[in-house]
Each structure stands twice: as C-alpha cells, then as structure tokens.
C-alpha cells in the first residue's frame, strides 16, 4: 500500500503560478511511477504529467506542456508539479497517482493506477 496527501492547492490569477506537491509513505517511493491528473467539473480526469522512478523520463499532457514541471526527490519521497502560466481552463481538483515503475511504455489512463490522494483544488481566476 501507498499512501499520497496532496498539497499546495489554492486560487490565483490568470498567468500566475502554483506548485503541487505529494507526499507519500508507506512503500519504497523510488519503486513507484508517479502522476498527476486532473478532473475538472462534468469532465473526465484527463493526464497532466508523469515521472519514472528515477526522474529520468518525464512526460506531459499536450496541453500543460512548456508550462508545467514535474519533478520528483526520492530522498523526501515527494513528487512536485510546479504550474506556470496558469490559464482558467486549468481549473480543476488535481489527483496524485502511483503505481509500480515497470519500465514505459506508462499509461495516461486514470483507471490504470491503484493509488491515489485525495486531492487539491486549484482554481484560476480570469
């Protein structure tokens, strides 16, 4: 079992910026894959970012990318998403997942993942 608490939520303005963070415990973080998704209201959770266990092979969603970062410190076992250029549309709860790291290809599928936080609303004002 993992267990993920997300933080670092909270409201700001259009082009500003935020940065999520996840804590997990339970099992040896450096084993995990780590995500990001996100869902917003009457949407699905759509992929937002994705980190090997090394940190080696990172990946976004097509419409975060050149904005968001992912970052992970396996000594913390924490993962970071840091936001900039914040848009409206990037209002949502954002979710940290994990699963075991078993080598790409990695899914952007949300139901493919068996551990998740509880979440962190982020909203972005006009």
């Known amino acids: 079992q993992v267990q993920l608490v997300e933080s670092g939520g909270g409201l700001v303005q259009a082009g500003g910026s935020l940065r999520l963070s996840c804590a997990a415990s339970g099992r040896t973080f450096s084993n995990y894959y780590m995500v990001w998704f996100r869902q917003a209201p009457g949407k699905e959770r759509e992929f937002v970012a994705a980190i090997s266990w090394s940190g080696g092979n990172r990946y976004y969603g097509d419409s975060v990318k050149g904005r968001f970062t992912i970052s992970r410190d396996n000594a913390k076992n924490t993962v970071v998403l840091q936001m900039n250029s914040l848009k409206p549309e990037d209002t949502a709860v954002y979710y940290c997942?994990?699963?075991?790291?078993?080598?790409?290809?990695?899914?952007?599928?949300?139901?493919?993942?068996?551990?998740w936080g509880q979440g962190t609303q982020v909203t972005v004002s006009s």
């Open positions: 997942a994990a699963d075991l790291d078993r080598g790409p290809p990695y899914s952007r599928r949300w139901d493919m993942y068996a551990y």
